[in-house]
T-cell receptor, first 109, second 118 residues
Framework: QKEVEQNSGPLSVPEGAIASLNCTYS??????FFWYRQYSGKSPELIMF????GDKEDGRFTAQLNKASQYVSLLIRDSQPSDSATYLC?????????FGAGTTVTVRA | GAVVSQHPSRVICKSGTSVKIECRSL??????MFWYRQFPKQSLMLMAT?????????EQGVEKDKFLINHASLTLSTLTVTSAHPEDSSFYIC??????????????FGPGTRLTVL
């Protein structure tokens, strides 16, 4: 059983729309949750992290965490073509990160 | 954010040779660094945890004699792929652990090294 699962992509959204990405994790003891963006051929870039239940906003990005449901999501508002990338959900346990398979997002101009 | 560099960014080598990859934290001291491997269309897989001044901790299934890790200083960790073979061709990425507010910590990634073994 995978530790971190993300909704299968690819996800295609029109420019200006909201992109919604989902992630579930299996270990209830997981401490913190991260969203990374990875462009093709590049290494992951941290977008934001969250460790408390609820919402956390940073610019056009909002992370949502529900520990009871073992669910974390990322919303990208006003999507831009430059947001086209693979988004990786990562879960921290004992200082190690476990990554989901990633969801590829394409923003159509 | 914290800056992590890697060198080289790309390397092509012949089968049977060894390749060393360097990972540096540029503006902070990293007591813990991590080495990942990513095959095409797959996610990152943790290979090992590198702790300054001590032996690395390898994940299950990763050969410690093949992937030698040295973390000799607070700003430098190296990964040496010994006797490389074509199946070792991959994207190798390091990260550094940075304590963050809220009693958590964050990992910042280097730009990665693409290894091709002929």
């Amino acid at each position: 059983q995978k530790e971190v699962e993300q909704n299968s992509g690819p996800l295609s959204v029109p420019e200006g729309a909201i992109a919604s990405l989902n992630c579930t994790y299996s270990d209830r003891g997981s401490q913190s949750f991260f969203w990374y963006r990875q462009y093709s051929g590049k290494s992951p870039e941290l977008i934001m992290f969250i460790y408390s239940n609820g919402d956390k906003e940073d610019g056009r990005f909002t992370a949502q965490l529900n520990k009871a449901s073992q669910y974390v999501s990322l919303l990208i508002r006003d999507s831009q073509p430059s947001d086209s990338a693979t988004y990786l959900c990562a879960v921290l346990n004992d200082y190690k990160l476990s990554f989901g398979a990633g969801t590829t997002v394409t923003v159509r101009a | 954010g914290a800056v992590v560099s890697q060198h080289p960014s790309r390397v092509i080598c012949k089968s049977g040779t060894s390749v060393k990859i360097e990972c540096r934290s540029l503006d902070f001291q990293a007591t813990t660094m991590f080495w990942y491997r990513q095959f095409p269309k797959q996610s990152l897989m943790l290979m090992a945890t590198s702790n300054e001044g001590s032996k690395a901790t390898y994940e299950q299934g990763v050969e410690k004699d093949k992937f030698l890790i040295n973390h000799a200083s607070l700003t430098l960790s190296t990964l040496t792929v010994t006797s490389a073979h074509p199946e070792d061709s991959s994207f190798y990425i390091c990260s550094a652990r940075v304590p963050t507010t809220g009693n958590t910590d964050t990992q910042y990634f280097g730009p990665g090294t693409r290894l091709t073994v002929l």
